[in-house]
């Protein structure tokens, strides 16, 4: 989410521009300093007042703006080019961060330090200490990449799973997968699509841009009397900063089980892959432009990466750091007739891949993961993380 300087701002005469745009620099710091109002290490609270700091930076203002009014104006304008430069970077750096902070939440109540750290970096930004921020900002990526692998390698499969390579013919199992990079635990199901429908269900009942609706995988397996579901697209959860304008939107095609396709216009061209579900049967394909609108179908659900196509791995990584951090990771796929939804645990995507494969899927696509990772079957195998605008299910026929 980067923050916009308004146009009417950059026409004003250079003295109003300045206090204009120093003020707009505040608002930005105004609503990060509302993203964590209080945080606790051990007894110690730390506070940043919002308040304090605003009252503070218009008086400073003040005396800016008498300043400014003698100053050479190619000097003035250099210098306000910089000061938007500044807060676009550490904005954004921030808001990252913070969301990250949030992921890391997800999986573990330690954080009380990197919250300390984060909250430093705002008392810096406050007071546009532009160089202290970014210092403790990076201090604070580092801190939590380190966190996120130190979760990863805690993953221990429980001695009383099985190491077992072939996927289940029907039901839920948890089992030891060796693969040709390393051995994973694995949450599947499996069902056969000849006395099974695989339906996506949706919280909203058309396309949604903000403020959607949401409900747990659980309720969704209730409501259409499925037994057994796994969380579905990718989507902008309502606690991160940069979805403050679409919270709980995706914008992946989809059909759910009324017939209704969501986000149809902005996916006309997409690339991103999609799996069909059919009577007794998927197809996967590698472009969601590939695909029409035929509601003949029982499902369509758009996701990224297509992890296997026809048993061979075809996503081996990407520059995408989201996707390259070890975790729970979510995943549709099939073999012949056989349907499979689940989880596989203490991995990258690209290493997902290599598991499936090791399975014997021949097809499999991945989908949401971190805090929405959820997988039902009579009950929570994994999960329920957090509240979903969709989900797929297995409904029996």
């Known amino acids: 989410m980067k923050p916009h300087v308004p146009e009417q701002i950059l026409k004003l005469a250079p003295p109003n521009k ?31 007042s919002q308040n304090t700091t605003l009252e503070e930076q218009v008086a400073l203002l003040g005396r800016e703006l008498s300043e400014v009014k003698s100053e050479d104006q190619v000097v003035r304008n250099d210098r306000l080019e910089e000061e938007i430069e500044q807060i676009e970077k550490t904005y954004d ?15 573990t109540r330690d954080t009380a330090a990197l919250d300390a750290l984060f ?24 801190s939590i990449v380190d966190a996120q ?17 072939a996927p289940p013919g029907s039901g839920h199992s948890r089992q030891s997968v060796k693969a040709d990079i390393g051995t994973y635990l694995v949450d ?34 209730a409501r259409s009397g499925a037994f057994a579901a796994v969380n579905g697209s990718y989507f902008c959860p309502a606690d991160y900063p940069s979805c403050a304008d679409k919270k709980n ?39 969601s432009l590939e695909w029409g609108r035929d509601t003949g179908v029982d499902g369509v659900i758009a996701n990224q990466p297509l992890l296997l196509s026809g048993g061979n791995i075809v996503f081996g990584g990407s520059g995408d750091p989201k996707q390259g951090s070890k975790g ?70």
């Open 149 to 165: 692998a130190k979760l990863a390698a805690s993953v221990v499969i429980p001695a009383n799973v099985v190491e077992n390579n």
């Open 188 to 221: 599947i199901v499996a069902a056969d699509m000849g006395s099974t429908r695989v339906i996506v269900d949706t919280a909203s009942d058309g396309t949604c841009a903000r403020d959607c609706p949401v409900m747990s995988v659980g309720e969704y397996a």
């Open 93 to 107: 750096q921030a808001v990252i961060q913070y969301e990250e902070l949030i992921k890391l939440r997800e999986k």
């Open 249 to 287: 939107s995706f914008d992946t095609l989809l059909m759910n089980k009324n017939k209704v396709y969501f986000n149809s216009d902005n996916n006309v061209y997409s690339t991103v892959p999609a799996v069909i579900f059919l009577n007794g049967s998927m197809r996967f394909v590698g472009q």
């Open 328 to 397: 729970s990771r979510s995943f549709v796929g099939n073999k012949g007739s056989t349907a499979y939804i689940g989880v596989v645990h203490g991995a990258t995507v690209a290493e997902v891949a290599h598991v499936l494969k090791a399975l014997g899927l021949e097809n499999a696509l991945n989908l949401d993961s971190g805090g929405s990772t959820a997988l039902w079957g009579g009950g929570y195998k994994v999960g329920p993380g957090r509240n979903i605008p969709n989900a797929i299910l297995f409904v029996r026929k």
């Open 18 to 48: 300045h206090l204009l745009l120093q003020l707009f620099g505040l608002s930005l710091l105004a609503t990060l300093a509302g993203f964590i109002i209080l945080f606790q290490e051990g007894q110690k609270k730390f506070v940043l």
């Open 119 to 142: 909250v430093d970096s705002l008392v810096f930004l406050s007071k546009r200490n532009w160089a202290s921020a970014a210092a403790s900002l990076s201090s604070l990526d580092k």
